[in-house]
């Protein structure tokens, strides 16, 4: 708690901000996050921050500003997985399927990364009980068999 020590000794600075972003996406504030990033924004104009406001913006479904967010922070961090990890998060809360697997497939395609931790979104089961997939590739299926041999969901 070394940070909210630090954050009520200095409050709004640069270091008490970036101290606080870590403990509010730590302790999941989504919109506390995105309030301590606004500031940081400000302040420092690095467009990687956005990263951090997208939880907070689908929380109050400002959709069309997270989206901007998104777009914001992939181009300033292209080869990080941290955007498309949470525009991912998003897609599936929307239940929006087709951009689902497609940002699925981004991801493991970009970055290798490892799709069975997506069992960690509840959105996700919704997402696996879909017969009709568009355009999922092999790659998607195989998360599908991993994820109810995990969960030990019938076939």
Not at 14 to 24: F, I, P, Q, W
Not at 62 to 74: D, Q
Not at 121 to 142: G, H, M, Q, V
């Amino acid at each position: 708690r070394l940070s909210c020590i630090f954050a009520e000794l200095y409050p709004e600075t640069v270091a008490s901000d970036l101290a606080m972003l870590g403990l509010c996406q730590m302790e999941k504030k989504p919109v506390e996050t995105m309030t301590v990033a606004d500031r940081l924004l400000k302040s420092m104009q690095d467009p990687w921050l956005n990263a951090y406001r997208i939880a907070g913006l689908v929380s109050q479904n400002r959709i069309k500003e997270a989206r901007e967010a998104i777009a914001a922070s992939k181009a300033a961090v292209p080869n990080v997985s941290v955007p498309y990890v949470a525009e991912l998060g998003m897609l599936m809360q929307l239940k929006n399927h087709q951009e689902t697997a497609q940002a699925i497939e981004t991801l493991e395609t970009k970055f290798g990364e490892n799709m069975v931790k997506l069992t960690s979104f509840p959105e996700f089961e919704e997402f696996l009980k879909l017969r009709n997939w568009p355009a999922i590739s092999c790659s998607t299926c195989r998360l599908q068999f991993l994820n109810r041999q995990l969960t030990g969901m019938p076939r």
